[in-house]
C-alpha cells in the first residue's frame, strides 16, 4: 500500500494529560487514544499540542512508544521528533522508528534564524536518517518563521513522498494552494487549523486533517459531510466551528480549552497544563464553547439536512 493510502484521514493530535503533581498520566493517555480510535480516526499524532516541547527528552521517548504500541493495529501513528539541533531531531526519529512509528513530523528549530538552505539540510539529515515518511511541519502560524515554498518543493522533489506537509504559515489557504501546486498536485498536505479552514483546505485538496482531540466528534462528522458532499452538514459544522476556536489565538489558550472538554467529555481527570502558561480563557469564554460545543454535538445527531437550511447556518454562533 503507498505512503498515500496509508497515511490520510482525520489524524488528530492527542492532549497528554498530567497527574495534579505533574507527572506523565500514563493510564488517562491510554485511554484518550482508545477512545480516539473509537470515534473512528486514521490514527493518532504527537506534535505541539500534545505540550511535546515542554516533556523532557525521557517523557518525549516514553510517551512516543506508549502511543505507538497503543496504535498498532487501530490506525498510523505520527511522531514529532523536531529539536533544536538536527542530531537530537535524528536521534528522536530513530527511536520513533524502534518503537513502531508509521511516519514523523518535525517542525524546524525556533531559536536560530536559519536560511533556506540550511532548513532543506536539516529536513534532509531526518529523511534520510530514516525509511519512514517525514512530515515538514510549518508551525509559523502560533511560532517559529515560515519555510518557503521553494524549500518545501525542494525537499518533494528530492524525496516523493517520503515527504509530506503541514503548512500553517499565514495566509494558510493561498500557501496552501501554492505547495499543492508546486509539488503538482501529488504531496500529501495535511490541514492544521484545528478544524478551522478545513472546509477550505479539503476544496483545496488536502489528503487529511491533524485536528485537537476535543473537537474530535465533530470533526470527524465534517470530514465525512466534506466525502460525501453534504452541503448543509460542511457549512453548519464549520460555521460552529470557525466560532469556537477563532477567538483561540495561542497555544495555550487551545490547550485549556481542549482540556477542558475532554474533562467535559470523561476523557481527562484534570485540565492541567503546564507551565509557564501564557493565557487562560475566563469562566465566560468557557461557557461559550460549551454553548458552542452543545450545538455541534446537536448537528453531528441529526440524520438529514433540512430541507431549508439558511436560518440553521446563520444562526450557527
Request: hydrophobic content about 45%.
Amino acid at each position: 500500500m503507498s505512503v498515500k493510502t496509508n497515511i490520510a484521514g482525520v489524524l488528530p493530535v492527542f492532549c497528554t494529560p498530567f497527574h495534579e503533581d505533574g507527572t506523565l498520566d500514563v493510564s488517562t493517555l491510554e485511554r484518550e487514544i482508545d477512545w480516539l480510535f473509537d470515534q473512528g480516526v486514521n490514527g493518532v499524532v504527537f506534535a505541539m499540542v500534545s505540550e511535546v516541547l515542554r516533556l523532557s527528552d525521557t517523557e518525549r521517548m516514553a510517551v512516543a512508544q506508549r502511543v505507538c504500541a497503543r496504535a498498532q493495529g487501530r490506525g498510523v501513528s505520527v511522531i514529532s521528533v523536531g529539536s533544536e539541533s538536527t542530531h537530537q531531531a535524528c536521534e528522536f526519529a530513530q527511536h520513533a522508528v524502534s518503537v513502531g512509528a508509521d511516519a514523523l513530523m518535525a517542525i524546524p528549530p525556533m531559536g536560530t534564524a536559519l536560511n533556506d538552505e540550511q532548513i532543506y539540510d536539516y529536513y534532509r539529515q531526518i529523511v534520510e536518517s530514516v525509511t519512514i515518511p517525514v512530515v515538514v511541519q510549518d508551525a509559523s502560524g502560533y511560532l517559529g518563521r515560515p519555510i518557503s515554498i521553494a524549500v518545501q518543493a525542494q525537499l518533494w522533489q528530492a524525496y516523493g513522498d517520503r515527504v509530506m506537509f503541514k503548512p500553517e504559515a499565514q495566509p494558510i489557504g493561498p500557501r496552501l494552494s501554492q505547495l499543492r501546486d508546486a509539488t503538482n498536485g501529488q504531496a500529501n498536505i495535511f490541514e492544521g487549523t484545528g478544524g478551522l479552514l478545513l472546509a477550505d483546505s479539503y476544496r483545496r485538496g488536502v489528503a487529511g486533517t491533524m485536528p485537537g482531540a476535543d473537537f474530535i466528534v465533530v470533526v470527524m462528522a465534517l470530514w465525512q459531510a466534506l466525502e460525501s458532499g453534504d452541503k448543509w452538514r460542511v457549512e453548519s459544522l464549520s460555521c460552529l466551528l470557525t466560532s469556537a476556536i477563532a477567538p483561540l489565538t495561542s497555544l495555550d489558550m487551545y490547550l485549556a480549552v481542549e482540556k477542558h472538554l475532554l474533562v467535559r467529555q470523561g476523557v481527562f481527570n484534570n485540565t492541567i497544563v503546564r507551565g509557564p502558561v501564557g493565557a487562560t480563557p475566563d469562566a465566560e469564554q468557557l461557557a461559550e464553547i460549551d454553548r458552542l460545543f452543545d450545538r455541534m454535538l446537536a448537528h453531528t445527531r441529526l440524520k438529514d439536512s433540512p430541507s431549508s437550511n439558511i436560518n440553521t447556518i446563520v444562526e450557527c454562533s
